[in-house]
């Protein structure tokens, strides 16, 4: 196991509602990215966290936003929630100073909206 | 970013057959990250690659890294039933993150 954590394992909400995923990063590592699985497909990058800071962003709107805290865990935020955002979201930790920084996922947390 | 293409979606195999799937780029690709998800589970690290024409292998698992870093393949050897999921190649990572292909799912036939 990678000792990345996440919370919930299951969420059900329903359109409009707001949401908030948790992740602790492995130990050691200081970067945080998120990802959303839909079913069938691959993971999509919504943003990296780096020293409490994104720093990186996919294409997703504004509504999905984010926190790191100083002990490197991380949240992520979705408000108006939308029937498309039912997905797996997954977290993912790395180790930014590496040339390639690998990125080890989190159990992911099954949002679904209804 | 950088984008990859995947093939094929699905593989159907009889245990004990070989497996490949390939990861296909019109750009060059700085890197190579390999993931393994089993049903219901979440992506596993398998290996990087990071230089042009670059072969690694593990234990039954063997990876390619083109020479014009635009293609990469995992294969696997006299496939077993634990070896079932879907294999995802994704490049880039950084502040970008990483793209994932769509995956090849495996499935193996006892």
């Known amino acids: 196991e990678t000792g990345v954590t996440q919370s919930p394992t299951h969420l059900i909400k329903t359109r409009g509602q707001q949401v908030t995923l948790r992740c602790s990063s492995q130990s050691g590592h200081n970067t945080v990215s998120w990802y959303q699985q839909a079913l069938g497909q691959g993971p999509q990058f919504i943003f990296q966290?780096?020293?409490?800071?994104?720093?990186g962003r996919g294409n997703f709107p504004p509504r999905f936003s984010g926190l790191q805290f100083p002990n490197y865990s991380s949240e992520l935020n979705v408000n108006a929630l939308e029937l498309d955002d039912s997905a797996l979201y997954l977290c993912?930790?790395?180790?930014?100073?590496?040339?390639?920084?690998?990125?080890?996922f989190g159990p992911g947390t099954r949002l679904t909206v209804l | 970013g950088q984008q990859v293409m995947q093939i094929p979606q699905y593989q159907h195999v009889q245990e004990g057959e070989d497996f490949t799937t390939y990861c296909n780029s019109s750009t060059t690709l700085s890197n190579i990250q390999w993931y393994k998800q089993r049903p219901g589970g979440h992506p596993v690290f398998l290996i990087q690659?990071?230089?042009?024409?670059e072969v690694k292998k593990q234990k039954r698992l063997t990876f390619q890294f083109g020479e014009a870093k635009k293609n990469s393949s995992l294969h696997i050897t006299a496939t077993q039933t634990t070896d079932v999921g879907t294999y995802f190649c994704g490049s880039g990572g950084g502040a970008d993150g990483l793209t994932f292909g769509k995956g090849t799912h495996l499935i193996i036939q006892p």
């Open positions: 993912a930790s790395s180790f930014r100073g590496r040339v390639v920084d690998t990125q080890y």
């Open positions: 966290y780096y020293r409490e800071e994104e720093n």
């Open positions: 690659l990071v230089k042009s024409g």
